[in-house]
């Protein structure tokens, strides 16, 4: 009986007030369940949960009783952006590595290759990343007699932008074996002269070298996703899709959640099957770290890439006759890895740059599309260069076009060189892609590209780099609408992760990950969208970033500056 009368007086007792924050007089726009446009003045959230409860409209009542209240003083607010392909630890390392990404020449590099050697003489290699021949205009790679000339008494390994190529020093090669009777492994090229290797090495060949740098120590892993983190931040990256996710930075992840210093959410594919059964074993991981980490996939490599002539084509390049780059899983093993994800209802991402490499792509899904008829969302990432004949074929079957708007800009000249003016009716196709019924997601294959999303935007409205050209477009009407290429960064990027359930938008039950902006991007130019800057970046109703400036409000502050519950609350 007194058990009784204890259940009655719970149920009488009053329900613990739900802790509420409400971010007001914001100049709001979301995406809506069906995709349309929507605009909110006022987004209410619970401060426990970190969920949307409320968007609250010009002319909504205000409620009074709430916890926090946080004036966007009519400031843009949009959802937390997504990049749907960046290789997280890859961005941490750029930040505290050599960074060749803003060198204008050979000479240049190698220069800053000296200083940087010198800066850190207690390095036992010396690594980098980010050279690009192309920006340079040097008509030819780099070679180990280029670093030794820069720095010959330490081993040096320096990867090409797009991450498909590297070269080494003489002293790098010596340490790896490296020498004339090494042999290119399948999937990749030994660059020589005559019978030496020259110090380039293509794709899998990469191993060759990479294999003998010593492996950084968790310490060092650790400070690298810090840095990432810092400047994903920044740029309102709120949630990213990490493609080729190793053991090692697994267990980065793991290490910075457990501490409750994981701040982005990650969606992870791994870079290794082993590496997936591992870590998910029979089904993707639950979300860990109240919707931080989840590993869904495996990312495939059906290719190399268009600048270092790895790219998969139908036909020989147009710039080396000789050459028609690398297949680095030939169709059957990819059938097979693919009904080997399908068992366990794991996600594939098919890396396919060259016309070659989507084609079989493409192919492989359809086989076994027939066979998993269900929700599989197949993925081919960069899809860079497509047949017009096959671009029907990314309609079918939900596969979804995970693509960059940022490499057509930064691959333009490059891409004319290696294809001829004949066959770029297929590259870089986005609106081509949204015709056939494909669905996009975008991101910026960060470290190859800067992983601020906003230059994206631009690049996606207007087919023009950051000087304008070409003026009105390269290859025009591929552009795409500034709400679709919104959407792209937004909720079809949480579509390709698994993850519209809780990201992606504003709305009920939705985490409350957004952005305060410096300006409304949907009333500027694709030069103002592009120099847009993130005032602040909150993920589950937390603030994680604020811009500094003389008012800007603490980072210890709950939720900003507060309003006095008397205040005239904006509308």
């Not at 390095?123 to 340079?136: D, I, K, Q, T, Y």
């Not at 931040?233 to 990490?242: K, N, R, V």
Request: with cysteine; hydrophobic share 45%; aromatic share 6%.
């Amino acid at each position: 009986m007194a058990a009784c009368f204890t259940a009655l007086a719970a149920l009488l007792l009053p329900a613990p007030a739900q802790a509420d924050a409400l971010i007001d007089n914001a100049n709001g726009y979301t995406l809506n369940e069906d995709g349309n446009l929507v605009r909110f003045t006022g987004l209410l959230f619970d401060v426990e949960t970190g969920r949307v409860t409320q968007l609250l409209r010009r002319n909504d009542d205000r409620p009074r009783e709430v916890d926090f209240r946080h004036d966007a003083r009519g400031q843009t607010v949009i959802p937390g952006l997504i990049d749907a392909h960046g290789h997280l630890m890859g961005l941490g390392f750029s930040a505290i590595q050599l960074d060749l990404s803003d060198t204008t020449s050979l000479e240049d590099a190698m220069a800053r290759l000296a200083q940087y050697s010198a800066e850190n003489p207690t390095l036992r290699w010396v690594v980098g990343r980010g050279w690009n021949e192309e920006r340079w205009g040097l008509g030819r790679f780099p070679t180990a007699a280029d670093l030794d000339a820069a720095v010959a008494d330490r081993p040096v390994w320096l990867v090409r932008v797009d991450g498909h190529a590297g070269v080494a020093n003489s002293m790098a090669m010596a340490q790896a074996g490296v020498g004339a009777s090494s042999q290119s492994p399948a999937g990749g090229r030994i660059e020589r002269d005559g019978r030496q290797p020259n110090g380039v090495f293509i794709d899998a060949a990469m191993a060759l070298v990479e294999d003998a740098i010593p492996t950084p120590e968790p310490p060092v892993r650790d400070m690298a996703l810090r840095e990432a983190q810092d400047l994903l931040l920044s740029y309102g990256i709120t949630t990213m899709h990490d493609m080729g996710t190793s053991a090692d930075d697994w267990d980065v992840l793991r290490r910075a959640g457990d501490r409750d210093r994981l701040q982005i959410r990650v969606i992870s594919y791994a870079n290794a099957l082993e590496t997936l059964l591992d870590i998910a074993g029979d089904a993707k991981t639950p979300w860990l770290y109240d919707g931080r980490l989840r590993m869904v996939g495996l990312k495939i490599f059906a290719d190399g890439a268009l600048g270092s002539r790895g790219a998969l084509l139908n036909a020989p390049y147009a710039d080396a006759p000789g050459e028609t780059g690398l297949a680095l899983i030939d169709g059957i093993a990819l059938r097979n890895r693919l009904s080997r994800l399908s068992l366990d209802r794991f996600q594939a991402a098919i890396h396919a740059i060259g016309d070659g490499a989507n084609r079989e792509a493409l192919g492989a899904i359809e086989e076994l599309a027939t066979r998993y008829t269900d929700d599989r969302r197949w993925r081919i990432e960069h899809a860079q260069v497509v047949d017009p004949a096959d671009l029907p074929r990314f309609g079918r079957h939900g596969i979804i076009a995970s693509m960059q708007p940022v490499h057509q800009t930064s691959d333009r000249l490059m891409a004319e060189a290696r294809l001829g003016p004949n066959r770029l009716a297929g590259a870089y196709a986005w609106n081509s892609m949204l015709r056939v019924g494909s669905r996009l997601a975008f991101g910026s294959d960060f470290p190859v590209e800067s992983p601020n999303p906003f230059p994206g935007l631009a690049v996606a409205i207007s087919r023009e780099d950051a000087s304008g050209q070409p003026p009105g477009g390269w290859q025009a009407h591929e552009r795409v609408s500034l709400q679709q290429a919104f959407a792209a960064f937004t909720t079809d990027a949480a579509f390709a992760g698994f993850a519209e359930d809780q990201i992606g938008r504003l709305g009920e039950g939705l985490y409350a990950d957004f952005l305060i902006l410096d300006r409304d991007i949907f009333d500027a130019t694709p030069a103002e969208i592009r120099a847009t800057q993130v005032a602040e970046t909150w993920i589950g109703g937390e603030r994680t970033w604020v811009r500094g400036a003389a008012d800007a409000p603490p980072m210890d502050a709950p939720v900003g500056p507060m309003i006095s519950a008397d205040e005239d609350i904006g509308r």
